[in-house]
């Protein structure tokens, strides 16, 4: 938490890789919260802004998962209750879309991007408090599976060409709701022996190209 009154308040909403899985472990461990992401990101902006983090592993963008031990895994039914949680806010930064790319889902690119449209729209109509201005949204190209890897060849058949995918389209929605976007995907590869989540080296590179993108986005 940061007392200071006249922060910049920034949600980070996000999966697995947001709230800091680290690769080869099962969900066993959690990256410390000066080597997630989120965390290095507070660390480079200072005092000046609050990174609030709220990732949730297996988080999709609108589906739910099937299976019981995972409830509440739909991000869009979840939005509107985190979003009044944290309000008021400044940024959204958006990183969903990798769960989605699992084989039980069975959805394609463009419903993936069809769940991301749904989140923006969540955000942007959204109620604000007074005196306050709906967020600005930052998009983000989320990581894009190895499939043939053995964690990832379990679940995640045919999500490496859907992850492709997702870059082009996640652009588009961008652009057509006037959001910022972040294609971090080259520099921040997931581990390549495990194929789905962030090493420690991604999530330092990754916090270091949103603060980038952060100086164009006039919080």
Not at 174 to 200: M, R, W, Y
Request: charged residues 25%.
């Amino acid at each position: 938490m940061n007392t200071n009154p006249s922060a910049k308040r920034i949600l980070c909403y996000g999966n697995s890789n947001t709230w800091g899985w680290v690769p080869n472990k099962m969900g066993s461990e959690r990256f410390s919260i000066d080597k997630r992401w989120t965390g290095i990101l507070q660390n480079l902006l200072g005092n000046s802004y609050e990174v609030i983090e709220e990732g949730l592993g297996a988080r999709t963008t609108k589906f739910h998962d099937p299976r019981p031990e995972l409830p509440q895994r739909n991000g869009l039914e979840s939005l509107l209750m985190i979003l009044e949680t944290h309000l008021p806010l400044d940024l959204v930064i958006l990183m969903l879309g990798t769960t989605d790319t699992k084989e039980m889902f069975d959805v394609s690119p463009d419903k993936i991007s069809d769940g991301l449209r749904a989140l923006v729209k969540t955000i942007q109509e959204y109620k604000v408090l007074e005196g306050s201005n709906s967020p600005k949204i930052l998009i983000i190209v989320p990581p894009i599976v190895k499939e043939e890897a053995d964690f990832a060849s379990k679940l995640f058949k045919g999500g490496t060409a859907k992850g492709k995918a997702l870059k082009t389209l996640y652009s588009q929605v961008a652009i057509e709701n006037g959001c910022s976007f972040l294609d971090p995907t080259a520099e921040c590869p997931v581990d390549q022996t495990e194929g789905v989540h962030l090493t420690a080296e991604s999530h330092e590179r990754l916090a270091k190209l949103i603060y980038t993108r952060l100086k164009s986005v006039k919080v």
